[in-house]
């Protein structure tokens, strides 16, 4: 058994910079995280790529680049760090320690912790429309994941479809990189500037996001990809694999060939942990999803539990670095281990760091509206694609009187296979929402259960810690 | 305003949505209060097992009232579909009790014989079978398998089709399910009850109280003490497989979709429905030593739920004396008895005779004093 002040779930901006900030405040601090090396999602692989591909950081860009300094910081801190390891179940008692289970090399590592940061960051917020379960579908955010460790990109015909930054970086850096495109296919709902002008003052604190996403809007129209507007009505067409897109544009019907579909929606906090230990949630409308319920602090409803980074709600890598160093910061206050007036003064500038990077949320979240469509699904389209169960299955679970996912999910397997309800639960709460007529909130979310994400028989034979 | 119904059954589990079914079945209106979209429910979190073998040690009628329910089985699920019910994948083939090493296999051969003793014990095709027989039906057993105790009475269901048929199969029969209605109190209202619950106020003429845990503190409000007890259990699911388990077993079984289930394990502690990581470990642990072929499959899926267990671990049934008209059902096999429960108690409910007919589930049997 290991014991920590400080266990951290995540080696992404916010992990990291919440490691190395504890660390310097002298708490003993365990980084868990799945990947071999640290960055996280936006920057995986960096130290590999900085070390041995140098060409990868040209056409990644510079806020990847950025990633290798993160990366040493980390290294020198001092964190006790696993790789490659996975936490599965995380259990907080109303009194003392909290408990984690970790699977790692065949056997699970329990890990006693003082206080736990989850910073697991967001996860793309799944796309359920007609055909995209067909082999060549899948999203940027994972294509993205591909290109950064392996340097494999997807096979051509590349078709790209969804709304919002991702998509227009991803287009920009398969450009820069050299992989051809056949079609960006822009989902934005007309009127996308018009929905931002209120929100555009406040926003313009964040006026370098504001340059970075002009100067990705100009490399897309300046490369001669073809891009669709306003596109609706999506489908992937195909037998064994996705052939076809078939969608609406301007008016019109267009079908073009595509091996390979890549779909973004924008990005939604991984909930699975903090949905785990029953933490509260709240809906957010203009997300779409939920968010867990945190103090000023970062603390949520569970205490000695903090949540840092995009999983508390999407901000990105500096306002997730900000929101970790706050969140270390905190805790370093609790333990007394800081003094409280420099630690404040270092609080309150994270604090400010954070919310200039805010700044332009609400303008992106009215720019790019995540899709209403899916709320009104219905028919054969599967929602949960682990038991694929279809959208008109889940509004029949509804009428049979299923107050929420639950029920539902006990009526009809959806949410119980290997993904844990990540690709369904969003889905199933939004239809459950509108087949009763009520909000979210009132529908609430999957119970979250162990494992997080699966684990074998024999790790979970091999628990250490009797000890 | 109070709605009326001629029963209100209290709990939307399986053994409430069983009891209702069967009211609706004999033409009688019923409410079903149900709690909202989480709550303790037992019947979310069960193995799906219809159990005969070694049930009843100790209670003979128990063994008869088991055997009665499996006997029912075949035409209970039929009787579903009829009524918009769905397919709840039961399969009766017989079941194994796996025994590791010999000291398992003579306590599990003893407890054959103290059975066999108790005069009415209807169970006399329970029988022990060596390890080769074993391997015969259950080929990736590990070595240090001993042996097995064998009925041809077990089986099992998908228990969560089974919850979700009773719902639909008593709702097309006329029954109204209501959730979002935890019971907060009962009273007796002229010749009836009345239950206040947090979706409203429900009238009714007579009322069922199958509520699980809950009839610990629900039917004393009708004048009854049923003192159950949580008991906890927890469950794995591994990934789906091809087919490797074609003999059901008393902790281990394979589902139509192909996953396993795994489970059979008793824990006192109280009404936390969290993971003991030790007691998965120890499942784990003893799914390694029956199946070692099966160290490296992945589990997707853990939880524990609660068992409702009376003392001495058989039903409870009673019709108060004091509130003539309410009844109190428990038990911790829902899934087992739900036949019975539908098919033949829920009609004494409305017939009259209740407890004559099931003195022996009495909770009288815990209030004798030691000098009678």
Redesign the interface.
Known sequence: MTRTDLAIIGAGPAGMSAASTAREAGLSVLLIDEQPEPGGQIWRAIERNASTRPEALAFLGPDYADGAARADRFRASGANYWPSSMVW?L?C?EEGDK?L?VAWDGV?R?VQARTVLIATGAMERPVPVPGWTLPGVMTIGAAQTVLKSSGLYPEAPLVLAGSGPLLLLFAAQCHAAGIPVAAVLDTTPSGAMLRGLPYLPKALFGWRSLLKGRRLMRVLAQSGIPVYRQVEGLEALGAERVEHVRFRSGGKAVKLEATTLLLHEGVVPNPQLTRLIGCEHRWDRAQRCFHPVLSDRGETSVPGVFVAGDGGGIGGAIAAENAGRIAALEIAEDFGAVNRPSGDIEIVKARDNRRAQMAVRPLLDAMYPPPAWIGKLDGDVPVCRC?EVSARAVRGAAA????????AK??L?AG???C?GRMCGLTVTEILADAHGKEPDA??YY?I???IK?????E????DGAD | MARSSDVIVVGGGLVGAAVAYGLAREGASVTILDEGDVAFRASRGNFGLVWVQGKGDGLPDYADWTRRSKDLYQGFADGMLEHNGCDIELKQEGGLSLCLGEDDYSETEASIHRMHNQPGVGENDRRMIGADDVREMVPIIGPEVSGASYSPHDGHVNPLYLLRSLHAAAQQLGARYVSGAKTLSIAKDGDGFRTETEAGIFRSGKLVIAAGIANKWLAPMVGLDIPVRPDRGHILITERMQPVLPTLLVNARQTADGTINFGNSHEEAGYDTSINPAKLAEIAGSIVRYFPILKNVRVVRTWSALRVMAPDGFPIYRESETAPGAFSISCHSGVTLAAAHALDLAPSILNGGFNDRFAAFSPERFHVSPAA
């Open positions: 179940h259990d008692p408990t289970l699970t329990q038991e049979d009187g299923a107050p929420g996912p639950n029920q006990a009526f397997r119980m296979g290997p844990q529908i609430g119970r259960r162990p494992p699966p684990v074998t028989v024999g979970l034979a091999a628990l």
